[in-house]
């Protein structure tokens, strides 16, 4: 069981950078044996990923390709529980709902196949709200 708190999201302006949070609490597993992965609903529209991380801390973004050229890190503090997204130079497509999600993979490590894919996460936060202002 895991249980997942988002937190840092707010009202900022276009241009700013902002960390947003996510703390879990886990029950019969270790912190590390889950991927925690962030994905964003924006108004309107479907939910899609943004960035993850595996137990074994490889991360994964949404720009694959190239993953420089992303605006999102991702990183993780395993003896706080807790996964941090950082995004620089918002944007007003940045406003959305960001989640963050659990993913047992028992101390494997993921695949940026798995890590975009909501279907494996069995555990998710209620959101936090991101509105950037232009």
């Known amino acids: 069981q895991v249980q997942l708190t988002e937190s840092g999201g707010g009202l900022v302006q276009a241009g700013a950078s902002l960390t947003l949070s996510c703390a879990a609490s886990?029950?019969?597993?270790?912190?590390?044996?889950?991927?925690i992965g962030w994905f964003r609903q924006a108004p309107g529209k479907e939910r899609e990923f943004v960035a993850a991380?595996?137990?074994?801390?490889?991360?994964?973004?949404?720009d694959w390709e190239d993953p420089t050229k992303g605006r999102f890190t991702i990183s993780s503090d395993n003896a706080k529980n807790a996964v941090s997204l950082h995004i620089v130079n918002l944007n007003d497509g940045d406003t959305a709902i960001y989640y963050c999600a659990a993913d047992f993979t028992a101390g494997y490590d993921s695949n940026w196949f798995r890590a975009a894919s909501e279907e494996h996460y069995d555990y998710w936060g209620h959101g936090t709200q991101v509105t950037v202002s232009s």
């Open positions: 991380i595996s137990g074994l801390g490889n991360t994964y973004y949404k």
């Open positions: 886990t029950s019969g597993h270790s912190f590390t044996d889950y991927a």
